[in-house]
Structure formats: C-alpha cells, structure tokens
C-alpha cells in the first residue's frame, strides 16, 4: 500500500499528475527577514496565487512546497492556494541547514516546542529524540500545530560541510522517517556533501531510494552524480533557468548523460523559486510555468537530438518519478 500527502488528505500515487519537486510559494525567512533580505521574502499571497495559476493554466498539478520550518513557513497562506488553485501541494517537515538556525523562533513554535529563542539553541539544546517527535507530529498531526500534515521530511547540510547539529537533524529525521515511513529530501548546499550524508544515513538504517537530494545542478560533477545515483536515490535538478549558476546547456547535457548511463528512473526536476524575482507576479521574472512552456520544448529538442525519446523521459522526470519519490509505502 501506498499513498502520497497532501495539503489536503492523502491521494493515490496516481493522482499527482504533473510534478514540480521542489519550489517555495509562501515563506517569509526568520533568518533573511532580520537581515532586511526583501528579495527572499515571498510574502504577498495573491501574487504566489497567480504564478500558481499559471503553472496550473500550463498543464501543472502538483507542486512540493519544499519550506521547512527554519525557513518561514505560511501553512495556512499556502493552503489557500491550493484550493483556490485547485494545485495540490505537499507540504514539508523538517529542517534545512545550520546558518539559518541563528534567527528566533516564531512564537507559534515556541508554544508548540517550549521558549527556546532561536533555532539553533532548540536544536542544541532539545534530545534527538524530541526534535524526531516534534518531525513526527508534523506528519502525523499537522504543520505548526494546524491540521495540514506534511507530505515529506527534510534535513540538510552547509557547503563542504556538516555542523554536529545538522548531523543531529540528520538523525532525527531518519528516526522520523522509520516511525512515519514518509520520503525524505535532502537539501545540499551548493550540491556539495550528498555522499556524507549518505553515509550517515546509512549508519541510521535508512533506504536511500527512499531518499531525494536537493540541488544537484549546483555541482555538475558526472562521476558524483554517479555515485549519489547508484545507492537509488533521486536526484533533484532544481535550478532550471537560473542562469546565473551556468547556461542551461550544461543541465540538460548532465541530465542525458544520467539517462544514458541508465538513471532515467530517479531524476527530478524543479526550479526552486524562492526569491521575488524569479516569480512573474513579484517582479517580471521567469515564473512557474517558464519550465512548462520554454524548458520542456528545448530539453525534449535535445533529448531527441541525443538518440533518446524527449517526450518519454520528460513524462519520467514530472510524472512517473515524482509519483514513486513523494509515496509513503506502508
């Protein structure tokens, strides 16, 4: 049996339709509000809504909103827009990675998780087993004391490093995901450390193709691709049209290159928009549907080119993988 979570109630795999694996619609980062970061800031719900609406006018169905706790979550703002939209979306439990753990706690959470002032002097201070049982009701019960219940976990790690206290997450999490059998996502800085961390979740017991890794379009390394892709994790290119990290050629030759050394079954894509400008309703940017309406038509070109089936794999990559990634198997 298996089924995947929603903002609102469990579904069939089958029902998700066409995925983005990872975006952020609502969030307004403790961390980048206290450093006056206003491009970080995604805090005007009715222009979320209508970037929603054109990924959903485009043929989209189904968005993970990858935002954990650390990163300024809007559950009932983004609840909204999911019915409004009529997109579903998958909410996250979790965390993300140590630097944003200086900013305060929200107040919502201190009474959930007691008067800690920040993130980092909860996650310091509280066992790991408490920080697992906070996940797991966050799955179980809801997000941030509402009654929307979380879709995936979420744990994460800095660039060309791992603190003891996101390796502590790390551990809480793969508690979490025993006790919940949600998937989880990891988020890697810069697309650096996957490897550590999946060594550490191994020492924990855990089935990496029940695991996805964040970023991997920041570190297009051929031979690390590779090897994160033979323990059967999924790997997320979600970078696409940020062109400030490199053309876009060098995403799809990486993504053909994983494909034809047979890896076609756990690549992802997205393109985690987490800033104002790159939303269309913020300021002019490339939008949600740009993937849908520029992306895909050039990516199935080149596929073509390459000897394979665009159409195919582009089906792989937003229907039929997100489908197997974002399922609890009970």
């Known amino acids: 049996m298996s089924f995947v979570r929603t903002f609102n109630g469990d579904i069939n795999p ?3 339709g066409f995925t983005y694996s990872h975006e952020h619609i609502v969030c307004i980062p403790p961390y980048w509000k206290e450093k006056n970061e206003e491009d970080l800031l995604l805090d005007d719900e009715n222009k979320s809504l209508q970037d929603v609406l054109d ?3 485009a043929g989209g169905e189904t968005i993970v909103d990858a935002t954990a706790v650390d990163y300024g979550r809007e559950v009932e703002a983004v609840k909204r827009i999911s019915e409004k939209s009529q997109v579903k979306i998958i909410g996250t439990a979790g965390f993300n990675k140590g630097f944003l753990w200086n900013a305060k706690l929200k107040d919502n959470i201190k009474q959930i998780v007691g008067n800690y002032e920040t993130y980092g002097e909860w996650i310091e201070k509280a066992p790991i087993k408490k ?8 799955v179980e ?3 941030e004391g509402t009654k929307v219940r979380a879709g995936q976990l979420k744990c994460g790690t800095g660039y060309n490093s791992i603190s003891p206290l996101e390796e502590k997450v790390i551990k809480a999490i793969a508690i979490a995901h025993k006790e919940t059998k949600a998937p989880i996502h990891c988020h890697t800085e810069a697309g650096t450390m996957a490897l550590e961390q999946i060594e550490l979740l ?8 029940y695991v996805s890794f964040g970023h991997m379009d920041r570190n297009l390394d051929p031979y690390y691709h590779v090897q994160i892709a033979k323990t059967g994790a999924f790997l997320c290119f979600d970078g696409i049209g940020k062109i400030k990290y490199g053309p876009e050629s ?3 030759n990486e993504i053909i290159f994983l494909v034809k050394q047979g890896f076609k079954d756990q690549i992802l894509i997205s393109g985690d928009m987490a800033r104002k400008s790159y939303y269309k309703h913020y300021k002019h940017g490339l939008g949600l549907d740009f993937i849908i309406k520029k992306w895909i038509p050039r990516f199935i070109e080149e596929a073509d080119q390459a000897g394979l089936d665009g159409e195919s794999l582009i089906k792989d990559f937003f229907i039929n993988n997100p489908r197997r990634c974002f399922a609890f198997k009970i």
């Open 14 to 16: 089958d029902e998700l």
């Open 55 to 57: 990924f959903k006018k």
């Open 202 to 209: 191994r020492k924990e017991g855990i089935n990496l193709e």
């Open 131 to 138: 920080l697992a049982e906070y996940v797991i009701s966050e």
């Open 250 to 252: 060098n995403r799809i």
């Open 141 to 143: 019960e809801g997000l």
